[in-house]
Structure formats: C-alpha cells, structure tokens
C-alpha cells in the first residue's frame, strides 16, 4: 500500500492555537462540533475532489444547505443546524459566497510543508524587495550636472520624485514654470521628495540670479564702450574672462580671478 500523499491524506491538522481564539471559544457547543465537521468534509472534498482548498462539498462541487443538512444528520433540525451555521460565520470561520461554503483558513492551515517552503520563500523575497527599495530611496542619489532647467536634468529629477514617465517627459519638455510650480507644490507638502524638490527650487533660483547678474553686466560694459571707447580692450578682456570662467573653470587661475573682480566692480558702477 502506498502511502497517501501529504495533502491528500486521511488526516486533518487541527491548531491548539484555537484554545487562544475568541472567535471560536465563544462558540455554543453546538457551533464547535458543526465547525469541526465541515472541516472533515472539507478536508475529504480536498482528497477527493478538485474543488478549491477548503469547500464543503462533494464530487459534484459545493454543498448547498441541504445536502450539508444531508450529509451531517441534520434532516428534520435543519433549524438548529441553521443557527450554528450563522454563528460560524459571524465568528469568522466559515466563508459564504453565492450560497457555498468554505473553511475561511484551511488553505493556510493546511498547508503541505512545500506550499509552506513557497509561501516562506515568497515572503522573504518580498520583504527583501521592500529592504532594497528603501535603501535606495535613503541613498544620496548621483548629482545631476548641468542648468537645473535643462530637459534632461528636469527629466532625471521628476523620475527620482517618483514621478510618471508620461507626466516627467511632459514636465522635462514643457514651459520651466510648470516643472517649477510642481517642485513648489512638493516642498509645501513636505511629502516624499520634498528636500529634492527644495534643493532643486535653490539651485534654479540660484541660475536664474547668475543670468540675470551676467546680462546686467554685459549691459553695463556696452554701456562703458558707448560712452568712451578706450575701455573696449578691456571690455573684451572682461567677456573673455568670464566666458573662461564658466566653460573652464578648473583651468581658471587666481590671477585671473582676481582681474576679473576688478573689471568686474569697473564695469558694475556704471549705471545701466
């Protein structure tokens, strides 16, 4: 004689733990031996039949009422069989859909020790998907180069704010004041990403001082040139050195430095 396979086999595994349960040691007497015998059918139904895990039924599918009323003994105290039945599903412990019924944990309870090994291994590969993602959201995150108003940098910043891929090429390519407005929306939730969002909003106001300081003094040197003409070799020297400043800055040395400081305030008292 072979011996039955684990899931399929003559046994049921009933848990000391249901001592600990409410739910069920609140039942009447009568609505525990009503449990513990659809839990025996349900369990032969799962030996016997493919219906799913936990069914009261047979062969043919589900029991309805009467044929549980059948199977069990209790033709003619259908009544009593009734209201023990309401109490185990009120209780939680019996499951009714579409006029079935099904033992609410005997799939987990169940349980062969390989479905218990998938669903372990399940879990663990979640919580590790979940640990790796927190880890990378706590991570300093690679700076990003560039004018914080470029397509590609507004576009690399709103996918580290979490942000759609629709929503981020249309923030990345669209007017800057709308990708403004929604780092500004961000930081005043002070939800996720709001220090993202408030760093970015500093580095952008940041650019758009230094622009309008650099076109300020471009005006203020054609200003200079108009008015005397002998300054253009230094008003070009000026252009030069600034244009060195911002396109090659580690080979921007002290002394050029320091000239450009002093054409710089020269050129910055003339009124535009």
């Not at 009467?66 to 599903?89: C, D, M, P, R, W």
């Not at 993602?133 to 507004?154: C, I, K, S, T, Y």
């Not at 400043?245 to 020269?266: G, I």
Request: hydrophobic content about 40%.
């Amino acid at each position: 004689m072979t011996r039955p396979d684990r899931k399929r086999g003559p046994w049921l595994r009933l848990y000391v733990a249901l001592l600990h349960s409410d739910a069920f040691m609140d039942l009447s007497d009568s609505a525990v031996a009503l449990y513990l015998k659809l839990y025996l059918l349900a369990k032969r139904a799962d030996a016997e039949n493919d219906n799913p895990p936990g069914t009261i039924g047979g062969e043919r599918g589900p029991y309805t009422f009467q044929q549980i009323a059948k199977h069990l003994f209790y033709t003619g105290n259908e009544g009593v069989l009734q209201s023990a039945l309401n109490e185990l599903i009120q209780a939680g412990l019996i499951d009714q859909e579409r006029g079935n019924y099904r033992v609410s944990d005997y799939e987990y309870e169940q349980e062969t020790y390989s479905q218990y090994a998938d669903r372990k291994a399940k879990t663990a590969a979640r919580v590790a998907a979940h640990r790796a993602r927190a880890q990378d959201d706590q991570a300093d995150p690679e700076p990003v180069e560039g004018n914080p108003l470029d397509p590609g940098r507004r576009l690399v910043i709103c996918k580290r704010l979490k942000i759609s891929d629709a929503k981020a090429a249309e923030f990345a390519t669209g007017e800057p004041s709308f990708y403004v407005d929604l780092l500004k929306n961000i930081k005043t939730k002070q939800g996720a990403g709001h220090e993202l969002a408030a760093a970015e909003l500093a580095l952008i106001d940041e650019h758009q001082t230094a622009q309008a300081q650099a076109a300020r003094m471009n005006r203020n040197a054609e200003t200079l040139i108009s008015i005397d003409p002998m300054p253009t070799t230094e008003a070009g020297e000026l252009a030069r050195l600034q244009s060195k400043q911002r396109t090659a800055p580690a080979f921007f040395s002290p002394a050029e430095a320091a000239r450009l400081a002093e054409l710089e305030a020269k050129f910055s008292k003339i009124a535009v």
